[in-house]
């Protein structure tokens, strides 16, 4: 199974689940078809049965600390995300306030700790 997900016209994502495990080859082309989608990065995250590949169009933070797919320091946890949340700011110093350590400045981080702390 392959999922192509793309929101607002930015990165290029390509997640492909498959308990036989993945076609490295096929899972590849999928990902390099969409690097126009995100020009400034391209990352992935692979399991025995699931693979994420990201090309990122940097906005918020262009420093490699804000490369994706992010995975929590206890990799437990892997975000692969495109959006743009409004108020990551305040939501940072809050989860800050909690203990969260941050790497980047970007919103997909405070995405993931978010996701950590409050669920989905």
């Given at each position: 199974m392959?999922?192509?997900?793309?929101?607002?016209?930015?990165?290029?994502?390509?997640?492909?689940?498959?308990?036989?495990?993945?076609?490295?080859?096929?899972?590849?082309?999928?990902?390099?078809?969409?690097?126009?989608?995100?020009?400034?990065?391209?990352?992935?995250?692979?399991s025995?049965?699931?693979?994420v590949?990201?090309?990122?169009?940097?906005?918020?933070?262009?420093?490699?600390?804000?490369?994706?797919?992010?995975?929590?320091?206890?990799?437990?946890?892997?975000?692969?995300?495109?959006g743009?949340v409004?108020?990551y700011?305040?939501?940072?110093?809050?989860?800050?306030?909690?203990?969260?350590?941050?790497?980047?400045?970007?919103?997909s981080?405070?995405?993931?700790?978010?996701?950590?702390?409050?669920?989905?």
């Amino acid at each position: 199974m392959i999922l192509f997900i793309s929101i607002l016209n930015m990165c290029g994502i390509v997640g492909e689940w498959n308990p036989r495990g993945v076609d490295k080859d096929h899972f590849l082309k999928s990902v390099h078809a969409l690097n126009h989608r995100g020009p400034d990065n391209q990352d992935f995250f692979e399991s025995e049965d699931f693979t994420v590949g990201h090309n990122r169009l940097s906005i918020i933070d262009p420093s490699p600390a804000g490369h994706q797919p992010m995975i929590s320091k206890d990799q437990r946890y892997v975000l692969s995300y495109n959006g743009e949340v409004y108020n990551y700011k305040e939501l940072r110093i809050e989860l800050e306030s909690y203990g969260y350590l941050f790497r980047s400045n970007t919103d997909s981080e405070v995405v993931l700790y978010s996701i950590i702390e409050w669920g989905n």
